[in-house]
């Protein structure tokens, strides 16, 4: 049984760029959020699909959006990047019951130059 | 608004002894816990969870955690520690309403074990 898979692991993009970030949640899981961790501190809340709607966002600007397939993944898209876009972007899923505990990708360690 | 705070940026211990990694929140309602751990360039991995029932918690590796609601901890502890315990620690809460799932996570505490 796979975990939760991101891709891709590693990313640079220029200022002013766009990037789309991709992420299959563990198998049965039906929701999947996704999480900013910038370098020495912990992981920020970004937003939460379940049925292909957000249902949870967190205080990031409109330049984050994403979107959920019929399929449960999901992808990240970050436009109009910033230097301060840079960090590790992390993808939880997890069951919609609330006392089952989110599982999390590798990550995705982006680079803004 | 939930929150919760890891006192300590960094932790030392020497292998072999107990090791405790400290943490507190602050909710409206009755909290579900979490621990999670960091490894090196990895995500992040459940450790132990608490949702309701006995205060003392156990999970992986060994590790376990007592629930304080007077004192509105949540600390993670280890009997003995291991060289390989080594990492960033990460406490987390969820509000238990549903629908509100979001994790919110403490700054972290980077565990070191001295060999």
């Known amino acids: 049984d796979a975990g939760v898979t991101q891709s891709p692991t590693h990313l640079i993009k220029t200022r002013g760029q766009q990037v789309t970030l991709r992420c299959s949640p563990k198998?049965?899981?039906?929701?999947v959020s996704w999480y900013q961790q910038a370098l020495g501190q912990g992981p920020q809340f970004i937003f939460q699909?379940?049925?292909?709607?957000?249902?949870q966002r967190g205080n990031f600007p409109d330049r984050f959006s994403g979107h959920q397939f019929p399929n449960y993944s999901s992808e990240l898209n970050v436009n109009a990047l910033l230097l301060g876009d840079s960090a590790l972007y992390l993808c939880?899923?997890?069951?919609?019951?609330?006392?089952?505990?989110?599982?999390f990708g590798q990550g995705t360690r982006l680079t803004v130059v | 608004a939930q929150s919760v705070a890891q006192p300590e940026d960094q932790v030392n211990v020497a292998e072999g002894n107990p090791l405790t990694v400290k943490c507190t929140y602050s909710?409206?309602?009755?909290?579900?816990l979490f621990w999670y751990v960091q490894y090196p360039n990895r995500g992040l991995q459940f450790l132990l969870k608490?949702?309701?029932?006995?205060?003392l918690v156990k999970g992986s590796y060994g590790f376990e955690a007592e629930f304080n609601k007077s004192q509105t901890s949540f600390h993670l502890k280890k009997p003995s520690a291991l060289v390989s315990d080594s990492a960033l620690y990460f406490c987390?809460?969820?509000?238990?309403?549903?629908?509100?799932?979001?994790?919110?996570f403490g700054t972290g505490t980077r565990l070191t074990i001295i060999p």
């Open positions: 198998s049965g899981h039906d929701t």
């Open positions: 987390a809460v969820i509000l238990s309403n549903f629908g509100n799932e979001k994790l919110t």
């Open positions: 699909y379940y049925e292909e709607e957000e249902r």
């Open positions: 939880a899923s997890s069951l919609r019951e609330m006392n089952t505990e989110a599982f």
């Open positions: 608490y949702i309701t029932g006995d205060n």
């Open positions: 909710v409206s309602g009755n909290p579900y």
